[in-house]
């Protein structure tokens, strides 16, 4: 493949807390990779990639929006979060963040069959998403599964450094467990 020489190009990007779009020029085609041997012109709709990243606007726009349903469930505006993690995961995106979070709000409402079907949806994109393991532990527990619940939190305690609080989460849960198995 021949080297194309340089020149401007322009990309479109949304950046954090700014309103609109805004455009940054690069010089150079280390740095960006255009259309490569494509007889097309380079026009604002032609996709771009970085060398090291994709600019994506869908892309950013749904890691913002993950951030901003994040913020609003730690702010304990709930039902605000709620409405933006519905909205992510009906998007069809494979995040299990999303699942996860939509779970954690669904199983605080005691709608646990629900939150179970988004913890259950985050580990088939995640296997090792370690908070939705412990609450899906802490849901079979509830149901009275408890050998599935163990399998999930002995899993769990494995997974992450014991430093992690949904590890210890997990190990007091296990404890539960055991002595409700042997009761």
Known sequence: ??????????????????????????????????????????????????????????????????????????????????????????????EPFAHTMLGTILLGAHELDAALEQFEAALALEPDELSALVYRAEIRLSKRKIARAIEDLERAVKLGPASDPFVGRAKKLLGLARANRSA
């Open 1 to 94: 493949m021949s080297r194309r020489a340089a020149r401007p190009v322009e990309i479109y990007y949304y950046p954090k807390k700014a309103a609109g779009r805004s455009t940054r020029r690069l010089q150079t085609v280390e740095t960006v990779v255009t259309q490569a041997e494509s007889s097309e012109p380079v026009t604002a709709r032609s996709h771009r990639t970085l060398t090291d990243e994709v600019l994506d606007p869908a892309e950013t726009a749904f890691t913002e929006l993950m951030r901003l349903g994040h913020e609003a469930f730690r702010a304990g505006r709930v039902n605000e979060a709620r409405v933006v993690f519905e909205s992510l995961v009906c998007s069809g995106r494979a």
